[in-house]
């Protein structure tokens, strides 16, 4: 069985600055893998070529493989929405729009022209169930997303994500803006989600990746330093710059 995502001697450069450097990763099912390493280090930068959110930023250029299911997701046989559909983003601040919390969580289907408002009225429903969200919020589903506490506001962002049905899901640092008690709350979450779903976590809390993280990569000027179990990462290091890290003498 091919891996969900394949990374293959990537290489990516902000005009003449290189920014990742041959890098190689592989997305197993059913995981979730962490990334971890000093700011500026390369790991958002890698997480947001997984479904070509770089393309966005002007002057980058990349060399090198992203496989999805065996196919290139920067050859002309991957349309960017169905990319983006199949491989979704949470970001590191909650972004909901300004409309109601129904409208955030439909507003995916509301681009696929979805129409109908009963199938839409459902899925809804299982979105906020599977971000546990729906017993807070079923009486509520008219009101602003935005006057939400932010905690909720990120799960909101994860259903409106779920309503969608991606393969993989991207989180940039969710918890960064989240107290200790939210922060647990979403990791939860996301322990629960790895059941259906590839989830890849940036993250500048190592405790973090430690307890949620199934696989670690440790990164470091561009470079995948090491990659593997998360256990052995944190317990038992390959590399001294790894170890370096993980005991707090760089970075």
């Excluded at 322990?191 to 976590?201: N, P, R």
């Amino acid at each position: 069985m091919p891996k969900i995502i394949k990374v293959k001697q990537l290489d990516l450069y902000y005009n003449q600055f290189q920014a990742l450097k041959s890098v190689n990763m592989d997305v197993d099912n059913n995981n979730i893998i962490g990334l971890i390493g000093p700011s500026g280090c390369g790991k958002s930068t890698l997480l947001r070529t997984l479904n070509r959110m770089n393309d966005l930023i002007e002057g980058v250029k990349i060399k090198g493989e992203i496989l999805l299911d065996g196919v290139n997701i920067y050859s002309s046989q991957m349309e960017i929405y169905e990319l983006r559909k199949r491989v979704g983003m949470v970001f590191q601040r909650p972004n909901p729009f300004p409309l109601s919390i129904f409208e955030n969580v439909s507003f995916g289907l509301k681009v696929e022209r979805f129409t109908d408002k009963k199938k839409t009225a459902e899925i809804v429903e299982k979105s906020l169930q599977a971000a546990w969200l729906w017993d807070d919020l079923k009486d509520k589903l008219n009101e602003s997303a935005i006057k939400l506490p932010l905690y909720q506001q990120q799960l909101l962002c994860i259903a409106r994500l779920l309503a969608v049905e991606p393969e993989v899901i991207l989180m940039d640092e969710p918890c960064s803006a989240l107290d200790p008690i939210a922060t647990m709350k979403v990791e939860e979450l996301m322990l629960e989600l790895k059941k259906e779903y590839h989830i890849v976590i940036v993250t500048h809390n190592m405790q973090q990746a430690a307890r949620i993280s199934d696989l670690c990569g440790y990164m470091l000027l561009g470079e995948m330093i090491e990659f593997g179990k998360t256990s052995d990462i944190f317990t038992n290091p390959r590399d001294k710059r790894t170890q370096d890290y993980i005991t707090g003498r760089y970075g």
